[in-house]
Nanobody
C-alpha cells in the first residue's frame, strides 16, 4: 500500500517562502511520477507542478512558473515544492500526488495516489 504524507505548510506573510515535503512509503519512489496540486477554499483542485520518475523533467502551471520549484530525492523517497514570493492567492491545501504514468498523466489528473494535504495560508 502506497502512502503519501505531506508536511511543511503553515501561516506566512506575502513575500515569504515555504518548502513543502512529501514522503512516499510502500514502494520505490522512482516507480512514480509525482506532483503537487492545490485547492483553495470554494474552488476546484488545480494542478501546480509535476516531476518525472527520474527527476529529469518538470512541469509547472502558469501560476507557479518563476516562483515555485519542484524537486525530488529518490534515495530519501521525498519530493519537495519550494514556494517563493508567496501571494495571498496561493492560500490553499496543497496535495501530493503520484502516478505510475508520466508528468502528463498528472496534468490530466490521472492520479493513482493522493496525500491528505498540508495547508498553506498567506496573509497580506
Amino acid at each position: 500500500q502506497v502512502q503519501l504524507v505531506e508536511s511543511g505548510g503553515g501561516l506566512v506573510q506575502a513575500g515569504d517562502s515555504l518548502r513543502l515535503s512529501c514522503v512516499i512509503s510502500g514502494r520505490t519512489s522512482s516507480s512514480y511520477a509525482m506532483g503537487w496540486f492545490r485547492q483553495a477554499p470554494g474552488k476546484e483542485r488545480e494542478f501546480v507542478s509535476a516531476i518525472s520518475k527520474s527527476g529529469g523533467t518538470t512541469t509547472y502551471a502558469d501560476s507557479a512558473k518563476g516562483r515555485f520549484t519542484i524537486s525530488r530525492d529518490n534515495a530519501q523517497k521525498t519530493m519537495y515544492l519550494q514556494l517563493n514570493n508567496l501571494k495571498p492567492e496561493d492560500t490553499a491545501v496543497y496535495y501530493c500526488a503520484a502516478t505510475t504514468g508520466t508528468t502528463s498523466s498528472l496534468q490530466g489528473f490521472r492520479v493513482d495516489y493522493w496525500g491528505k494535504g498540508t495547508l498553506v495560508t498567506v496573509s497580506s
